[in-house]
């Protein structure tokens, strides 16, 4: 029999997700940026300046991906980072109204990204977390993302801003533990914290 080359190709594994602890949603966090940078809202007229930064973080990124995820994102939950002195956009996130099978009243945090040249200055902490409080003040109750196991800089991120690991297939457990190594994050502590967070 002829084996195709896609027949030979193992499935994609499924992308991570974290899920925020309900704790934190019910009193999001209020982070600034430091000085020199305005944390605010994508305008019309900025498309070549994100498709400029989400390049720059590693993302082949088009028009058609950001007109897809655009028309997902609640008012006002298309949120950027200005650099003031030279008008770049140097962080993002979107808060997309994006249920899921395991989060059927679910928002998503997604397409998170930061300029590599502005590393280091709590840009991303500060997307994500301007994300978070408006899923708070949408009224959300369960938010969630994905992720892939070499966003370790992105991965820290979302676990100090009090999202968890959600186990959602049998190769999860390995490769969170993975993570949670190259992290250097107690894996059991974390997973404590996750299982109280699933059962509510």
């Known amino acids: ?4 080359a896609s027949s030979q190709e193992s499935p994609k594994p499924q992308q991570l997700q974290m899920v925020l602890r309900s704790d934190v949603l019910a009193h999001p966090p209020a982070l600034g940026t430091p000085p020199g940078y305005r944390l605010r809202g994508f305008r019309v007229g900025e498309e070549s300046l994100h498709t400029r930064l989400m390049r720059a973080a590693g993302f082949e990124w088009t028009d058609q991906m950001r007109e897809s995820a655009v028309a997902k994102c609640l ?3 298309f949120i950027v980072v200005e650099h003031e002195e030279t008008r770049l956009l140097v962080a993002t996130a979107m808060a997309h109204c994006n249920p899921s099978p395991h989060f059927p009243e679910g928002g998503e945090l997604g397409w998170v990204a930061a300029d590599p040249d502005h590393r ?3 840009l991303g902490l500060a997307v994500c977390a301007a994300a978070v409080r408006r899923f708070a003040h949408a009224g959300y109750v369960q938010v ?3 992720t892939d196991d070499h966003r370790l800089p992105a991965i ?3 676990l100090k801003l009090g999202f968890v690991p959600f186990l959602h ?3 999860m457990a390995e490769r969170w533990h993975s993570v949670s190594r190259l992290l250097k994050v ?3 502590t974390l997973c404590a914290v996750a299982e109280t967070s699933w059962r509510e």
């Open 120 to 122: 280091g200055r709590g």
């Open 1 to 4: 029999m002829r084996v195709t």
């Open 144 to 146: 969630y993302l994905r």
């Open 186 to 188: 107690d894996y059991e």
């Open 169 to 171: 297939a049998p190769d």
């Open 156 to 158: 820290n991120i979302y």
């Open 75 to 77: 008012s006002g939950g």
